[in-house]
């Protein structure tokens, strides 16, 4: 579908003119140009360098930040933050009515669809024709739909070609391999199907070589708005020869769009080298396993909640059947899938109409195409489920765990058939939930001096969550680790928050700081909220060495406190599903 432009760095290396010529000036044109540039190079290259670390560029793409477009700007990542204002400056993204983003919340096919082909000039004029043409592409695509040009434009061009029903399905949510797939098509990157391979694998290695990927996503896993934007616009940077430079922005570096950089990026930007590029944007694949404990959203597809090795140690095995049983009968599960290592699916349960408890969920397949087992590997395999919604029959706080897991192979070779099970290992529990935190970082600097007197500010934490609609996450009780030399006093400790005046009263006992029944206006989360702690700090006469630094330490387990205590509105939970420590703010000497 495009051109592909010269990278930054070639265009630096062989002072080519910067950005992607305009698709109306001919090959011939743009060979005269490119001519006259590399005259000015032989003949001048003593002052090459000077002219260089000049303000000389001019990008194809608007990298101009436009964070304040959407009410929810606190809440993005820098790479985030990057990708939405290349999307909105290119007008292919905007926000919900109430001016929010919302980069954590999950996306479906066909919004997918209207954002990577929006995105595209190539895809302009196929676009235009179909938003004026009043015919099918798919049969659950209808002329009137919103979405109708997006997915029509791209099934013309052979971006797309829909499922094995000749349905495109735009309610379903996309995942990061079909997204892999329509991008690698829609930028033509000429990925072929690959025998004895997913797939799924030749799309995703492909956008990998090129860097791409995003890190630490499996294949099927559902994305979010601010990964697909990110996805989006990395393809966008890439194919008008600036990803280089997409990269440098994403880590922060400032340079605008007008043209202007300082010497220190343009050494930075063309000393990178496409290997690494590509290093820096690799995926670190993690598919989840072996399974470990989570906070379940209702409503939402799953982590794995349990997960088994299975050996072919005989011959090959084709899976003909899978066999789970949880430990209790739940309200909160609609669908459980069968899934592979590389995050794909492999089945789809359904409760054993023979078990009156409930409890057993099984999957029949045929022959023909099952899923193989390879001899003398390790074959580890996942549960994940399906939650029913808030008022769906979903519910708060409940318990799900795994009790058993097995399946029903068939010899490749003989075509023998037995039972496979797994080692007799304890499978996690996880805790629905309607709201979970899902980061907390310092809000402050990393280091500071030490701050002496009445009402100093300590330590500041930014919380950042998510909520299903109608649902409020509230912190209600805080436990802080507190380390210091004996002689730096500390009194009088209160929690508050960036944006109000109100203050609790917390409690200190040796070195911890406990503030409990934090009201919801402090404790409020909302998507993101910074909380403050606060005390009267006091030095001891001949003091040496002297810090502070606060600590929120315990994430907590499924049973035991941790250092945050929070409530959907409904369930009261005491862990965060974080790594220990879950943050440390300023150290202060």
Known sequence: MYQKCPSLHERILYFLPQGCFPRSVSHKKQAAIRSLFLYHFLTMRRFLLPILLLPVFAFAL????RSDSYTDSTAFSSEESVAIGVLTNEGAVQGYPDGAFRPSRLLNRAEFMKIAVGSS??????????QGYESSCFPDVRFSSWFHPYVCAAETENIIDGYPDGYFHPERNVNYAEAMKIL???????VEPEAGKAWYLPYIEAAEERGMALDGIRPGEELRRGQMVRLVAAFLAEAEGELELYRLMERGEEISSSGSSSSSSLSSLSSLSPSSVLSSASSIFDPGFPARSHLLMLGQRTEPIGSASFFASKEPMLIRGVTVVMEDEYESIDTMYLMDSHGVQIGRLSLDPLDQTDLTWKASFATEGAYRLEKDTENVLGIEVLLKGRNEGGVSEELIQVDSFRLTVEGE???????N???????????????????????LAAEDALPVGTDQLVAGFTFKGEELNQVDLRITELTFGISRPTGVQATGWELGASDTNTKSPCSISTNTVSCSSIPSELGTVNGMRTLRLFADIALTSGTQNAFLQISLNEPGTIGSNGAIRWTDGTGIYTWVELPQPVARSTRFE
């Open 62 to 65: 608007d990298y101009d930040d």
């Open 121 to 130: 000039a190539e895809l302009t004029e196929t676009l235009e024709f179909y």
């Open 184 to 190: 690698t098509n829609m930028y033509g990157y000429g």
């Open 413 to 419: 070779w003989t075509h023998s058939t037995y039972g």
């Open 421 to 443: 099970i797994p080692a007799d290992i304890p499978f996690p529990q996880n805790q629905t939930t309607q709201a979970r935190i899902l980061s907390v970082t310092n809000a």
